[in-house]
């Protein structure tokens, strides 16, 4: 981690009470389905982004979700968490991904859409995994925003645009030119806000889930496939669909629910 990056870290603001409050009922085995639907209805504007969010055809729900109740009965806490986590969260962001070449509203459709297929993917076979996953993919591409500003503050957009060219991978160019990468940086911003060390080291290893814990391997896996299928311009192409199968052959995960997935997504 550069210093830079870090002190851009360090001065982040500490997480909102809200995120507080979801995290304590998350993290405590003796909360109920209804506590964390109790702490959800306090906040209407939190209720009505993640009513929005639930309702996107990306989840393939036939029928409109109208209460948080209802919502988090068919998603589950661990995915609901993941909503609530992103529109919290993100509000914490001055966001300007320009030397990406992309719009704040095309990153804000990458985290949906590789949010979307994640869960419709993993929703019935992998639930148990959904508590990290959900949060993970709404929130891996976060480090980002500061690698973005840190790329502008050193004014090295033409570099950054001339190493993507090059390379023709993106993690590559920020390695090249900033000295370190997205997943590193996502987790390090997790790590400074204290969650859990699962959602940091599956963020971490989401480009070589071999490195992960053997406990947080197969979300790795998952989370690796699910950005390899949609990669930072939100195109889902056949070469990117081809690249994340040949992945979920390499990892053994399920192919026949990520190809219903996909048209969903």
């Known amino acids: 981690m550069t210093e830079e990056i870090l002190k851009q870290i360090k001065q982040l603001p500490p997480l909102p009470e809200s995120a507080m409050q979801i995290e304590a009922i998350y993290q405590n085995p003796d909360s109920s389905f209804s506590d964390m639907v109790h702490i959800l209805e306090k906040d209407p504007l939190l209720t009505a982004d993640i009513l929005k969010a639930a309702n996107s055809p990306l989840y393939g729900f036939s029928r409109e979700i109208n209460s948080i109740n209802q919502a988090v009965g068919l998603f589950g806490i ?6 609530a986590l992103a529109s919290i969260i993100k509000k914490s962001f001055t966001l300007d991904l320009s030397p990406y070449g992309i719009t704040n509203d095309m990153f804000s459709a990458l985290s949906k859409k590789q949010h979307g297929l994640m869960t419709s993917w993993c929703l019935k076979t992998e639930g148990s995994l959904l508590g ?22 050193d004014k090295k957009q033409e570099a950054f645009r001339d190493a993507l060219l090059e390379l023709q991978d993106v993690e590559a ?15 390090t911003i997790f790590k400074f806000w204290r969650f859990e060390t699962g959602l940091i080291d599956t963020i971490r290893n989401c480009q070589t889930p071999q490195n992960a814990k053997e406990e947080d391997k197969r979300a790795a896996q998952i989370l690796h496939v699910v950005r390899v299928a949609v990669p930072i311009n939100g195109a889902i192409t ?11 052959i390499k990892y053994d995960l399920d192919m026949p629910s990520f190809e219903t997935a996909l048209q969903n997504t």
């Open 238 to 248: 056949e070469e990117s669909i081809k690249k994340a199968k040949e992945l979920i």
């Open 132 to 153: 990290i996953l959900s949060p993970a993919a709404f929130l891996v591409e976060i480090g980002k925003v500061l690698i973005a500003q840190q790329i502008i503050i």
């Open 173 to 187: 160019a920020e390695r090249k030119v900033v000295g370190v990468d997205t997943p590193e940086v996502s987790a």
């Open 78 to 83: 661990g995915t609901i968490r993941g909503f």
